[in-house]
């Protein structure tokens, strides 16, 4: 433990494929540059994830609501936020480290300011990242309309109906996940970098003087969840992003990075956007102060997680090697199957059975998957590849005892457990 992954991405493309975590887009037609689609398991790790997230940030706090907003705004919300002027200048993209700039602002020939490397800059285009659609039959201006490029302006445009309607005061957040689109120059790294993705976000209404405070909060939160998802602390380096180098709305930003098997990047960011967003969007100050009565503009952290990215960094971070088995050592919380149920033999009626029986009794309450093909070996194998975490075995003992074997993937223990104390068993791992 604790060295930085030896791990080829190509490793896990081929892991994801093969069981069916993730597969490459529109494969049968040629596929689509840089699309990727979540199979039967990449699915249930997925919405694990934003379970968890959901659970932690929005159900269990009471100072967060959720909302899911339109992918597709009113264009004036992209006006507001400065992303039809921002997105629109003539860029450059590192092909190293993905960083762009402004072409007209940099020396082309010089090295990248991001990260050193030299001669490696995208031809300049003018570019906006929106990616752009007609609403409506004519494929007009009056009609052009843009998928969103980030979950957060819909927080700041509802935030009035929010506080309207709910009965939250500062401070407080407003929390979404969904998707955004930005069109990149140069996506890649399998999911890593894609021009459809997901985000998880909460933008933070404080008042100006609590964001130091309030900053401090969000890092040991995010801490927190990182280390909920089993991720090793010693892979997760904070970046503090420097002067200059800040989005213009920043005056504080932090990048959680994580040892990718590609290099160190960005997982996670926070942000402290100040009132820019709030200011931009409403013409007057839309909050009031319940015991001054004054009005004034909040500020905002900005909290933000990467969907695709997370399910990439707890893929790397699980797969492991033990001598000749792969074990995806995922946290309970995540995995895909909770249990696997197999019947010691195939061909005796009695012993599937009562493994059936199990199977449909365990499966009220989780994923469970069933295995009768093969021998118990290659069925333990097949289940520590996608880190389920317990393999509950029925022999002929199991008929008289009415009891089951549950083996336990990390440690390979095997213990003899009574039928009715199975749930329990698995339901204690789940806790996190
Ligand atoms: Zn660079």
Avoid at 33 to 62: C, M, T
Avoid at 360 to 381: Q, S
């Amino acid at each position: 433990m604790g060295d930085p992954s030896p791990l080829s991405i190509d490793t896990i493309v081929s892991l994801a494929k093969r069981r069916g975590f993730i597969f490459p887009g529109s494969a049968i037609h040629g596929g689509l540059a840089n699309s990727w689609d979540y199979g039967p398991l990449g699915v249930e790790l997925k919405n694990n994830i934003k379970q968890l997230w959901w659970d932690r940030f929005v159900h269990r706090r009471d100072d967060i609501v959720g909302i899911d907003a339109a992918l597709i705004m009113n264009p004036k919300v992209w006006e507001a936020s400065g992303h039809l002027k921002e997105f629109s200048d003539p860029l450059v993209e590192c092909k190293k480290c993905h960083e762009r700039f402004r072409s007209d602002l940099i020396v082309l020939s010089a090295p990248c300011s991001s990260c050193g490397a030299t001669g490696s800059f995208t031809e300049p285009r003018a570019f906006n990242m929106m990616l752009k659609t007609f609403l409506g039959p004519a494929e007009e201006k009056a009609n052009e309309v843009f998928f969103r490029p980030e979950t957060a302006q819909a927080m700041f445009v509802d935030f009035k109906q929010v506080l309207d309607t709910s009965r939250i005061r500062l401070p407080f957040g407003i929390a979404q996940i969904g998707k955004a689109f930005r069109n990149e120059i140069t996506p890649g790294n399998f999911i890593f970098r894609t021009r459809e993705f997901e985000q998880m976000e909460i933008e933070y209404f404080i008042s100006e003087k609590e964001w130091e405070k309030w900053f401090e909060h969000w890092r040991e939160e995010m801490h927190s969840w990182i280390a909920s998802l089993g991720i090793q602390a010693n892979r997760i380096h904070e970046l503090e992003v420097p002067d200059g180098e800040r989005a213009h709305y920043s005056r504080r930003t932090i990048d959680f990075e994580y040892d990718f098997p590609f290099g160190r990047k960005e997982l996670y960011g926070l942000a402290y956007r100040t009132d820019f967003d709030l200011r931009n969007h409403f013409y007057e100050a839309p909050y009031k102060d319940p015991e001054t009565n004054e009005a004034f503009y909040p500020h905002v952290i900005e909290p933000t997680w990467g969907v695709d990215r997370t399910v990439l960094a707890v893929l790397c971070d699980a797969y492991t090697e033990v001598e000749d088995r792969l074990v995806l050592k995922l946290p309970p919380s995540l995995v895909p199957y909770k249990a696997a149920v197999f019947p010691l033999l195939a061909n005796k009626p009695q012993l599937v059975d009562f493994a059936r029986k199990i199977y449909n009794a365990l499966r009220k309450e989780f994923m469970v998957a069933w295995d009768d093909r093969g021998n118990i070996g290659k069925r333990y194998y097949s289940q520590d590849e996608i880190g389920t975490p317990y393999c509950v075995t029925v022999d002929f003992d199991s008929l008289e005892k009415e009891d089951a074997t549950v083996r336990n993937r990390d440690s390979g223990e095997q213990i003899r457990l009574p039928v009715d104390r199975l749930a329990a068993h698995i339901r204690n791992s789940l806790r996190t």
